[in-house]
Structure formats: structure tokens, C-alpha cells
């Protein structure tokens, strides 16, 4: 931007245009006045005639830009800030960055309102304004050589421009909507289409499913009268299968038990002649009784001298124990001795050292004692001081009491007023939500009335197509008795065609009755079968031309239900609108309470705030702490005066902590004195202490109790007859003459085993006879039981024969089941795929009627519906504002009209957008006319549709700004064009003309002088 800082600390420059309601901008070419609109529009869109970078000015690394705006009565800002690109780390061109902020303002200042990123914010500017900057450079910007932005761009684009003024985005969002449901319902009704056929062919197969469940349920009754008569035989083979396996059993048995006497036999061999080795050696040990009990003898005297002294090991510790103890109490207290002795000395030169200081500590004293004297009289002067002190703080208190009171006060006094705004501003955006709900009440109300008049058609229409489809069914109830007529009669003729062939093999036999009928007779039958074949072909010809007449009128029948039925679905779909028409007819006019109540306490809540008669509690209160406040003084002088006493306190405390500090020194030497003189007093005692230690020490004069316990210890010691070696060798003789109790205990083992065993020796023998009598016993039984069970192999391969036989069968009949449970299984589905298709149908009947409706929508709410009616309503009051200000402009001399359909080579009609001007020498092309003719109907147009975005619903921007646009124009083409510009000026709040033609810039009542000088431009209103 030119536009910099006037200096090193202010600002960037203001431009205020309130006040200024047609204003001119003037100064030489390249001044920079289109800058101050590419400045206003950057910030508003954050686009200019120029890419971003290139705005900023030469040699700046930024830019920024400050808007403050009205919409309506409320005040927005925006401020807008771009930073160069840089040089990147390889050199390359980094892209720069944008910062976007808005703010609106309110009773407590400006509060922001922005998102966060800035895509977002600007999205909420052009929220805010309804408007984008394409629409703006269309209407009410006439950029610098752009005054044809909108004469030259295609018909379609142009109509889009008109659209945006017209505010129809939202029905090409219904538009939108719309189509999104109808595709929805489209996919459904594919998809459930899909789901019928299928169901269909479900259906259409259950006859054959219910004689696949005949034959299988055949089938499975067969198949379990075999199982039966299999299991039955497999049962019989298996009971006799079991009788041999017992008998199986039992001579395992027999073959066990002969196994064990056997083992028994063989383990009692054993076992005697263990007893008789035993008997052996017991008899032997015997022999050596008297030399076991010599050793047990000896043993017993080595135990009982181990026995002894481990009684005198214990007692003989202790008193070893004692002595060593006793020569540690020793060593201490000879330590101890010696310590003492150390203290004592140190002490006594320490007490010889101190009293040479005495003296000093004296002279000290006196010099402390005049100095804190001469301090007495602080104390009364700080005390003095604290009492001003605290009035001083009590006044202060109360003035900060009453201070945040009034600040309070004052806070509430301001929430009320937002509250009250609040609410105001709430009651009119419900006022103006509102006003656009009820901007489509008329067109309510006639949908209602048109729909009401369907419902009367509808009742009409439905007995006129009752009656129709009687006729239809009665038409083909003819029609298909004239056919069932004609096969009867063709299969009349074919018999009596036979019959008549019979006779042609010369024959006179009638083949019926086989009488003879001779010569005339069979001539009298030909001509009677001649009669009947020629009135049947008759009757057959009649009987298909009533079926074709039949066939002719059921399909006109059919034609005009099926014309009916549509013109009867339409009425219905009109009709079944009334009742939620009648509903939001209803609903307008509860709007229309609910607004009057919402205008009424809207216009209650601005009385209160213009007046101010509100919160009349707080504004009493507040005027009786101000009174306090006044009453009290001023709290910068009490606050001073404070400040003041808290100093003279500060000094009083240095000096009384000198006087403190003197007053504890003075404290302190005369503690030092007396400890002195206590200290000294004792000098004699400790010398001669000292001296009595040392000779303690030397002469060895103490612990005489411990010395004399010692002495008793050894004495006691030695006189016990005790010592560890001899305890150890008694433990080593008692050891080797262990092992005389082993072989006493074997002797008593011997001594009472040897009866035992030669009692069992007898008992073994007698067992070994009882069993071989029963093993001879058992060897019979098995010869028997194994001549029987030559029979188990072949019972036990038929009972697997049969019982592979039972499993196939009960295999095949599981088969069979599972066949029959498939069937069944399909059948079930086939009869629910039926029953589902009926349900099915009827959706796809309904899907397919709201398929339509939502089609018929999207086709009203697009282009070429509502938005074209909306659009072709415009055009004329752009064509006759446009045709005013360029019969003002040309004297009369100019026309232009806009077309909004032409012919193609084909013949057909297209919808278009042209524009065609007129003058003296007839309608010719806009390109035909020369730059001052065009540039007045690029002006007329563009003023007529600035007019229309200012007077639209909604409309948030009410500027025109011209922008260098008379340079084509000759004298009184300027003046003309000057006159226009002032006959529209009341349909703006601000028009803004931009010139550097001195001529033209008197005729404005204020001009904005732009100047450049090489530190930038700068502007003054003149």
C-alpha cells in the first residue's frame, strides 16, 4: 500500500467518511486513489485488483489494513495484516503469510469475534454482508477500466451475478436437497427392485419346493422302517456278542488267578529259604551274647566322664567370660581417669586466659551505657507516630470500602444496560427471523386454496375412474368369453372335419352309427356336414370380430383410466399438500402474534434505555457513596500524608533498633563479667584437681574392686578340675565304642526273631500244599471255557457287520432328514418371499410417488424454476431504472432492453441473458456503439443493479463507488453523467466518485485530496 506512517511513533493514517454522504476523490493519476478501494475491499474479501504480495508497497516487508463499518445499527471492525514471502533455505520464494481479525462492538468496547483460522473468519464476513466481492465489483464497485465487469460477461454469468443479488443460494440449496433425495429414493427403489425379482423367483418356486417335500418325507418314512429292522437284528447278535465276552472274561479270570497261586508258589519258595538262612544266622549271634555285654560296659563308663564334664564346661565359659569382661572395665576406667584429667586442664588454661580480658569487657560497658542514654527519648516520638498511623489507614479503608462499592455500582449499572440491549437486540432479531418466515405467507395461501380446489376435483375424478374400470373389467369380460367361444368352435369344426373324413374312402357305412346309408344318404350327410362346418366358420368369424371390437374398446378403456390416473395422481399430490399448507397458514398467523408481542417489548426496552429508567436502585446507591466519597476527602492527599508518617516510622525503627542493639551488647558484657568472676573463683580447685588425676594415673590408685574380682576369677577357675583337651579325648573314646550297641541290638533282634521265623517256616510249607491243589482246579476250568469261546470271533463279526449296517442306515436316514429339513427350509422361504413381495410392492408403489415429488421439486427449486420466475420478476425493474438514468444521460436518444429467450438454427428456444441497446438509427449490438455511448449504458446498468442490491431483502451494503468512469465521455456527456449520479443519491447512504478531471470535481459537495510525495500518500478533505 502507498499509504505509510506520518512518523517514527504514530500510527497508520485514518480515514473517516461519517458524515460524508457523496464525496468525490481527486488527485493526479497514480496518487493512489483506487488504492484507498483496493484498500477497503482487501480488507473486506482480501482481494483487490492485484495479487496480495503486490500490494505491498517497495522496500516494506507488510502491509495492514483497519475497516470500520456499519451494518444496520451495528458497528463492526476488521483489520487485516499480509507479511512478504521470504528467500527459503535453497533459495526458493516462501509463501507469505495473512492475519484476518473482526471485532464488533459493544457497551464495554470492542470484543472480538473471529475464528480461528482465517478461512473461517472471512466466511463469516461475507455472512455478515451477503455479499461476495464479484458481486460487489457487479453492482456497486465500477472498478477502473472495468466499467463493463457486467455488460461483458456471458448470459449465464450474468444471471449468476443477478442471482446473488437476488439472495437465491438458498433455493438452489433447497435445489440441492432436493435432488440428494430424489437420487436417495432412486438407489432405494433400484435396490428394492432388485429385492423383488429376486423375491419373485422365490416365490414362483414353492409349488416345486412342496413336491420336493412330499418325496422327501416319503423317503425318510422308508428309510427308518429299515434302521428299525436292522437295530433289531444288530440286538440279537450283540446280546449273544455279550454272553461270550463274559465268559471271555471269566477265563481271564481263571488265567489271572492261576498266574498269581503260581507267583505265590514260586514267592513262598523263596521265602523259605530266606527263614532258613535267618535261623543260621540268628543261632550264630547268639553264641556271642557275653562279649557284647562287656563292650555295652565300657560304653557306658566313657559316657558317663563325658557326661561329667560337659557339666563343668559350662560353668568353667562363665568364669572365663567374667575375667576378660573384667579387664575391659579395666581398660576403660583408666581411659576414663585419663579423659578427666585432659578437661580438668584444658579448663584451668582456659580460666588463665580470660582473665586478662576483665579490663576490656570494663571499659567497653561504660562506653555502651552513654551511648544508650542518649537514645531514651525515640520511643515517645514512634508511638506518637503509630496513632497518626492508624487514623491515616481507618480513612483509607473506608474511601477503598467505598471506592470498589461505587466500582461495583458502576458494574452493575452496565450489566443491566447489556442485559437490556441484549434483550432489545434479541427482540429484534426474532422480529426480523420473523419478518423472513412470513415472507412466503401469500404464496401459502394460494398453494392452500389451489389445493383445496384439487381436493374437490379429486372425489369427481375417482367415481369417473370407478366407472371406467367396470367398463374395462365388463370389456374384457367379453372379450374373453368371445375367445373361449371361438376355441370352442374351432374344436367343433376339427371334430366335424374328422367325422367328414371318414367318409371319404367311398364307404356307405356311417362311421357313427355304422348303419348303411347308400348312396343318397351319404350325399343328404355331406351337405348337412357342409351346413354345419359353413354356419360354424360363420359363428367363428362373428365370435373374433366381437373379441377384436372387445379387445379395442378395453384398451381405450385402458388409455383414458391411465390418462385419469395421472391427472388424478397429480390432483392428489396437490391436494395432500392442504393439510400442511392450512398448517403453516396456522403457524403465520401465530408468527404474526408472536411478532407483535416481540415488536412491543422491543420497543419497551429502547424507552428504558433511552431514558435511562432503569436500575434506579443502583443509580440512588451509587449517587450516596459518591457523596461518602466526597464527604471523606481526597485519597491522594490522605494517601500522602500516609506515605509521609510510614517514612518518619521507618527512621524512628532504624534508630530504636540501634538503641535495641545497644541495649543487648550492654546486656551481654555484663553476662560476660559475671561468668568472669564465677570462673575465676574456681581457678584453685581445678588446679589442684588436676594435679590429683595425674597421680592417679601414675601410681595406678583406682579400680581397686575390679582388680581384686579378678584375682577371685582365676582362683575359682583353676580349682574346678577342668580343661577342653580332656573334654575332647572322653568324647573320641565314647565314639570308637559305639558300635557295642549295634550289635546288642541285633543280638535282641536275633533272640526274638528266631521263634518267629521257625514258626513261619512250618506255616509257609502248608501254604505251598493248599495251592497247588487249587491250581490243579483252575487248569480243568480253562480247558472248558476255551472250547466255548471258539464260537466269540464269528459272533462278534457279524455284530460288526451289522452294526456297520445300522450306522449306514441311520447315516442315509440323517441324510434324508437333513434333505427333508433343506426342503422344508426353502419351502418356508419361498412362501415368506410371497408373503414379503406383496409388502414389498406396496413400498415400491410409495417410494416411487415420493421418488417424483422430490424430482418435481428439485426441477422448481432449480435454475430454471423458481430462481428463472425471480429472475424475470428483476429484469424489468433493472430495464426501466437502467432506461431512466440513460434517457437522463442521452436526452431521450438511448434504449436497452434485455431478452431473455432466443431462437436457435434448429428452432428451438433457449433461455438467455442478452443485452441489446437502441438509438436514433435503430437496436444494434453493444460492441456497434462508441466508448462514451457504451460507458453511459455500463453506467445505467450498473447503477439499476446497485439500486436493486441496496432495496433487496437483507441487503447489508449501501455504497456506490465509482471509479475513474468519465474519461470516454465528452462535456456534456460528464454533466449528465454528474446529473445522474445526483438523482440517485438518496437510494444510497454513500456514493464515492473517484476523478483526477478538475472540471468534474467542483460539482461534488466534499472531495478528498489524495497526494503523493516519495515517503507516501496522504490525503485531506476539502
Not at 429376486?198 to 414362483?204: H, N, R, Y
Not at 456503439?929 to 445505467?940: T, V
Not at 456527456?973 to 478531471?997: C, L, N
Amino acid at each position: 500500500m502507498c499509504y505509510r506512517a506520518n512518523g517514527a511513533t504514530a500510527g497508520p493514517p485514518a480515514l473517516d467518511f461519517d458524515g460524508l454522504h457523496v464525496v468525490c476523490l481527486t488527485g493526479e493519476n497514480g496518487a493512489g486513489k483506487s488504492t484507498l478501494l483496493d484498500a477497503m475491499t482487501w480488507a473486506l474479501w482480501g482481494t483487490a485488483r492485484m495479487p496480495d504480495d503486490d500490494l505491498i508497497a517497495q522496500g516494506c516487508s507488510e502491509m495492514s489494513v483497519e475497516l470500520e463499518f456499519l451494518l444496520g445499527e451495528q458497528r463492526y471492525r476488521v483489520s487485516r495484516r499480509r507479511q512478504r514471502g521470504g528467500t527459503g533455505k535453497r533459495g526458493g520464494q516462501t509463501a507469505g503469510k495473512t492475519q484476518l481479525d473482526l471485532q464488533v462492538a459493544g457497551p464495554q468496547g470492542w470484543r472480538p469475534i473471529a475464528e480461528t483460522a482465517v478461512r473461517e473468519t472471512q466466511v463469516l464476513i461475507e455472512g455478515l454482508l451477503r455479499m461476495s466481492y464479484q458481486t460487489f465489483i457487479n453492482a456497486s464497485f465500477l472498478l477502473q477500466g472495468r466499467a463493463d465487469e457486467f455488460t461483458a460477461r456471458t448470459p449465464a454469468e450474468r444471471k449468476q451475478v443477478l442471482a446473488e443479488i437476488l439472495d437465491l443460494g438458498e433455493y438452489a440449496v433447497l435445489e440441492g436437497r432436493a435432488k440428494e433425495r430424489a437420487r436417495a429414493l432412486a438407489d432405494q427403489l433400484m435396490s428394492l427392485r432388485g429385492s423383488i425379482e429376486q423375491l419373485s423367483l422365490e416365490a414362483e418356486r414353492a409349488p416345486f419346493w412342496q413336491l420336493e417335500v412330499d418325496h422327501a418325507e416319503r423317503r425318510v418314512q422308508a428309510i427308518e422302517e429299515r434302521v428299525q429292522q436292522v437295530e433289531l437284528e444288530y440286538q440279537r447278535a450283540t446280546e449273544r456278542r455279550r454272553v461270550l465276552e463274559q465268559q471271555a472274561e471269566r477265563r481271564k479270570e481263571v488265567l489271572r488267578r492261576l498266574e498269581e497261586l503260581r507267583a505265590a508258589q514260586h514267592e513262598r519258595e523263596t521265602t523259605l529259604t530266606r527263614l532258613h538262612a535267618a535261623i543260621q544266622s540268628a543261632e550264630t549271634l547268639l553264641a556271642q551274647r557275653e562279649a557284647i555285654h562287656a563292650g555295652l560296659a565300657e560304653l557306658a563308663a566313657a559316657r558317663d566322664e563325658v557326661e561329667r564334664l560337659d557339666g563343668l564346661r559350662e560353668q568353667w565359659q562363665q568364669l572365663e567370660d567374667r575375667r576378660k569382661e573384667l579387664q575391659q572395665e579395666l581398660r576403660e576406667a583408666t581411659n576414663v581417669l585419663r579423659s578427666r584429667a585432659e578437661r580438668a586442664a584444658e579448663r584451668r588454661d582456659g580460666l588463665r586466659q580470660r582473665a586478662a580480658r576483665q579490663r576490656e569487657l570494663e571499659a567497653d560497658l561504660a562506653r555502651l551505657t552513654l551511648e544508650f542514654d542518649a537514645l531514651a527519648p525515640l520511643e515517645a516520638a514512634k508511638q506518637a507516630r503509630l496513632a497518626e498511623r492508624e487514623t491515616a489507614d481507618t480513612t483509607l479503608h473506608q474511601l477503598r470500602e467505598l471506592q470498589l462499592r461505587a466500582n461495583d455500582l458502576q458494574s452493575a449499572f452496565v450489566r443491566e444496560t447489556e442485559r437490556l440491549t441484549g434483550l432489545r437486540d434479541e427482540q429484534a432479531r426474532l422480529v426480523a427471523r420473523l419478518d423472513k418466515q412470513l415472507r412466503d405467507e401469500a404464496r401459502w395461501r394460494n398453494d392452500l386454496a389451489a389445493a383445496q380446489a384439487s381436493a374437490a376435483q379429486v372425489a369427481t375424478l375417482e367415481a369417473t375412474l370407478s366407472q371406467l374400470r367396470q367398463d374395462e373389467r365388463a370389456a374384457a369380460d367379453r372379450a374373453s368369453e368371445q375367445r373361449a367361444e371361438r376355441t370352442r368352435l374351432k374344436a367343433a369344426a376339427d371334430k366335424l372335419k374328422k367325422t367328414q373324413e371318414m367318409l371319404q374312402d367311398g364307404t356307405e357305412v356311417c362311421p357313427v352309427c355304422q348303419s348303411n346309408l347308400g348312396t343318397a344318404g351319404l350325399a343328404r350327410v355331406h351337405t348337412h356336414y357342409e351346413d354345419e362346418l359353413k354356419l360354424l366358420r360363420e359363428q367363428y368369424a362373428a365370435a373374433g370380430q366381437a373379441a377384436t371390437a372387445a379387445d379395442h374398446q378395453m384398451q381405450k378403456l385402458r388409455d383414458e383410466v391411465a390418462r385419469l390416473e395421472d391427472q388424478l395422481n397429480k390432483l392428489r399430490t396437490t391436494a395432500a399438500r392442504a393439510e400442511s399448507l392450512a398448517q403453516q397458514v396456522a403457524q403465520a398467523e401465530r408468527w404474526h402474534e408472536e411478532r407483535a408481542s416481540h415488536q412491543q417489548m422491543c420497543a419497551e426496552l429502547e424507552a428504558q434505555l433511552t431514558a435511562g429508567t432503569y436500575a434506579s436502585a443502583i443509580q440512588q446507591e451509587r449517587n450516596e457513596v459518591e457523596q461518602a466519597l466526597h464527604a471523606l476527602g481526597d485519597a491522594a492527599a490522605m494517601t500522602a500524608q500516609r506515605q509521609q508518617l510510614a517514612k518518619e516510622l521507618q527512621e524512628l525503627e532504624q534508630q530504636l533498633q540501634v538503641r535495641s542493639r545497644l541495649h543487648g551488647e550492654i546486656s551481654a558484657r555484663y553476662t560476660s563479667l559475671e561468668e568472669l568472676a564465677r570462673d575465676l573463683a574456681s581457678l584453685p580447685d581445678l588446679e589442684a584437681e588436676a594435679a590429683e588425676l595425674a597421680r592417679q594415673i601414675e601410681q595406678g590408685d583406682f579400680a581397686h574392686a575390679i582388680r581384686l574380682e579378678g584375682r577371685q576369677i582365676m582362683n575359682e577357675r583353676d580349682g574346678l578340675g577342668y580343661s577342653p583337651e580332656a573334654h575332647n579325648d572322653a568324647r573320641e573314646q565314647s565314639r570308637v565304642l559305639r558300635h557295642w550297641e549295634e550289635d546288642a541290638r541285633r543280638l535282641a533282634v536275633a533272640e526274638e526273631s528266631l521263634a518267629r521265623d521257625t514258626m513261619l517256616r512250618q506255616q509257609t510249607e502248608e501254604l505251598r500244599a493248599r495251592d497247588a491243589s487249587h491250581i490243579e482246579q483252575l487248569t480243568g476250568e480253562d480247558r472248558l471255557l476255551a472250547e466255548a469261546l471258539r464260537e466269540l470271533p464269528i459272533v462278534t463279526a457279524r455284530a460288526v457287520e451289522l452294526q456297520t449296517s445300522v450306522t449306514s442306515a441311520r447315516r442315509d436316514l440323517t441324510v434324508a432328514q437333513h434333505d427333508l429339513g433343506e426342503k422344508r427350509g426353502y419351502l418356508k422361504q419361498a412362501e415368506a418371499a410371497a408373503a414379503q413381495l406383496v409388502h414389498q410392492r406396496a413400498t415400491e408403489q410409495a417410494l416411487g410417488e415420493r421418488q417424483s415429488l422430490f424430482a418435481e421439486l428439485a426441477e422448481a427449486f432449480g435454475k430454471k424454476g423458481i430462481q428463472a420466475m425471480l429472475i424475470e420478476t428483476a429484469i424489468p425493474q433493472i430495464e426501466d431504472e437502467a432506461n431512466r438514468l440513460l434517457a437522463r444521460m442521452t436526452n431521450g436518444q438511448m434504449h436497452l432492453s434485455f431478452e431473455m429467450q432466443r431462437d436457435t438454427k434448429k428452432g428451438d428456444t433457449v433461455e438467455t441473458l442478452e443485452i441489446k441497446l437502441a438509438d436514433a438509427l435503430g437496436t444494434r449490438v453493444y460492441d456497434a456503439f462508441s466508448g462514451g455511448e457504451a460507458m453511459r449504458a455500463n453506467f445505467a446498468i450498473r447503477i439499476a443493479l446497485s439500486r436493486l442490491l441496496a432495496h433487496r431483502a437483507g441487503a447489508r451494503l449501501e455504497t456506490l463507488v465509482i471509479d475513474e468512469g468519465f474519461g470516454t465521455l465528452d462535456a456534456e456527456g460528464r454533466e449528465r453523467m454528474v446529473e445522474a449520479i445526483t438523482s440517485v443519491q438518496d437510494d444510497f447512504r454513500r456514493i464515492i466518485v473517484i476523478t483526477h478531471i478538475d472540471e468534474l470535481k467542483d460539482r461534488f459537495p466534499a472531495q478528498i485530496e489524495i497526494t503523493k510525495t516519495p515517503a507516501g500518500s496522504y490525503w485531506e478533505l476539502r
